[in-house]
């Protein structure tokens, strides 16, 4: 069966995942890799809306470390975010996919403002909406974006894709082999066990706007976010379900 649980879905993608094997900068090979599974999901017939991270280029807080101050390190993290999506669009329309880009800081150049309106039409028009440049406040994260963006435009779900674990944990996996894996737990579980799912903003955004965040391994199964849209509980490495 292939039929679809989600409606609407907003994929969010970490920086880290666009980068190779060191973490850093983008590869084209696995930008293709994710383009072709969103492909796969939008042939499904379900709304795909992306928010990209940008850690593999920068991050604010590296920046501040450094002495810079924190909003201009954080401007540039968001900066980051929008070569990003240049190339999971760029890589999205070779696969004859339609998609918009769209930034929360203006860049008329190069994509569209952030019109949620518009946004939902590109939506059901079947495009996939490429949120570029976070939330266009610095001391945010692109988790938080994600968040946000997810109750602006109604989506019933938000899609996490982790590089090198598949669901969530009491603790690394790759550091503690003693951490417990997590099923399905709430939003109040992950603040209270400080968890690092996504930031307390973005998880206290989603428990208040009650959208469910399902955390799955992109990297070990070719079609992974296919077999989340399609929900199923016995998905291998697609667990970690997040609700209210
Ligand atoms: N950022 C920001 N405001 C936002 C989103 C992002 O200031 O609304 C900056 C922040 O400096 C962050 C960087 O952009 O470190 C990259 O985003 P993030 O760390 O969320 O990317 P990811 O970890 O998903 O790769």
């Excluded at 450094?66 to 999506?85: C, E, I, K, Q």
């Excluded at 997590?182 to 206290?204: C, F, H, N, P, R």
């Amino acid at each position: 069966m292939n039929t679809p649980k989600y409606k609407r879905v907003v994929l969010k993608l970490s920086g880290e995942a666009l980068a190779g094997s060191d973490g850093f900068g983008i590869s084209p090979n696995i930008v293709n890799a994710i383009s072709k599974q969103v492909k796969e999901v939008v042939e499904l017939g379900v709304e795909v809306a992306v928010v990209v991270g940008g850690g593999n280029i920068w991050r604010g807080r590296l920046g501040s470390e450094m002495g810079m101050d924190r909003a201009a390190a954080d401007y540039m993290g968001m900066l980051a975010t929008v070569m990003n999506s240049l190339s999971l669009q760029d890589s999205l329309e070779n696969i004859g996919v339609a998609t918009r880009v769209q930034t929360s800081i203006d860049m008329r150049q190069i994509a569209e403002p952030y019109i949620r309106r518009k946004a939902i039409r590109h939506l059901e028009k079947g495009r996939v909406v490429i949120f570029a440049g976070g939330t266009g406040n610095p001391y945010f994260s692109t988790d938080t974006t994600a968040a946000l963006r997810a109750a602006e435009i109604e989506a019933d779900v938000i899609l996490m894709a982790k590089n090198n674990v598949d669901g969530v944990y009491s603790a690394d996996p790759r550091i503690d082999n003693t951490a417990k894996k997590y099923d399905e737990l709430s939003y109040l579980d992950v603040i209270k066990e400080g968890l690092q799912v996504m930031d307390s903003t973005a998880s206290s955004l989603s428990m208040d706007n009650d959208i469910p965040l399902i955390v799955f391994s992109f990297a070990e199964t070719e079609n992974n976010i296919k077999r989340v849209v399609l929900g199923g509980k016995n998905r291998n490495n697609c667990k970690g379900e997040i609700n209210q």
